[in-house]
């Protein structure tokens, strides 16, 4: 991480903060995605900060899609603790109607420092920020007003993201499926895609599940 954090910008247009980094390819990018993560609740005290980082820099962990909802009543832009989005340096993977390439570790060890801010979100009772786990460097500003920051994070996961979470996590179906239609879908949804590679460790996970079924 970096000590001293990106620079700053004018604030968003309206309703930039919600779904920030979502195009046109979001249907295609989440047709494998039949997993998530279990929530997550993260605190911080004033005074604490996460400097810029990747929720999935090396493409390895399975998360795609990142969302995270703030539960601090009455917070305004005074209290801090914004979530800021970053632009990913050049250079870097982006989307596409294709999918997103899977970062190697070398690229993701060397990430340039992401400079431009995109938008910043006040971390408010009820709002939802939803953003690409795998191409949107963001970071958490500390807590200024004398209140603790709270929000629950949860990960969207796809095949094509990593094994990581499939392998050594406990991910949960999502639409409603129980496991062995979940990762049925999925299997389906990886052998008819000309997207990235998946790993033979997730496709033997998913095998597995729905063998179990």
């Not at 309703?15 to 989440?30: F, Q």
């Not at 294709?98 to 009820?126: K, N, Y």
């Not at 790993?199 to 033997?204: D, I, K, R």
Request: net charge negative; proline share 9%; glycine share 14%.
């Amino acid at each position: 991480g970096n000590d001293g954090g990106a620079g700053r910008s004018s604030p968003p247009p309206a309703g930039l903060e919600l779904g920030l980094g979502l195009g046109l390819s979001c249907s295609e990018r989440l047709r494998q995605c039949q997993f998530r993560s279990w929530p997550q609740v993260a605190t911080y005290e004033p005074g604490n900060r996460y400097t810029y980082h990747l929720d999935n820099p090396r493409g390895r962990n399975g998360r795609i899609l990142t969302m995270v909802y703030y539960l601090n009543r009455d917070w305004t832009r005074d209290d801090g603790g914004v979530l800021r989005l970053l632009r990913p340096p050049k250079g870097s993977s982006s989307t596409d109607g294709d999918g997103i390439e899977a970062r190697a570790g070398a690229e993701a060890e060397g990430m340039e420092v992401p400079s431009e801010v995109m938008a910043e979100v006040v971390p408010t009772l009820d709002t939802l920020a939803m953003f690409w786990s795998d191409c949107v460097p963001h970071e958490v500003l500390p807590p200024t007003g004398g209140s603790d920051r709270r929000a629950v994070s949860v990960w969207y996961l796809c095949p094509s993201q990593g094994h990581e979470q499939f392998i050594d996590g406990s991910p949960l179906p999502v639409g409603g499926l129980g496991m062995p239609e979940a990762a049925a879908e999925g299997l389906a949804a990886v052998e008819a895609s000309d997207g990235p590679r998946v790993a033979p460790e997730t496709l033997e996970w998913l095998r597995a599940q729905v063998a179990e079924g």
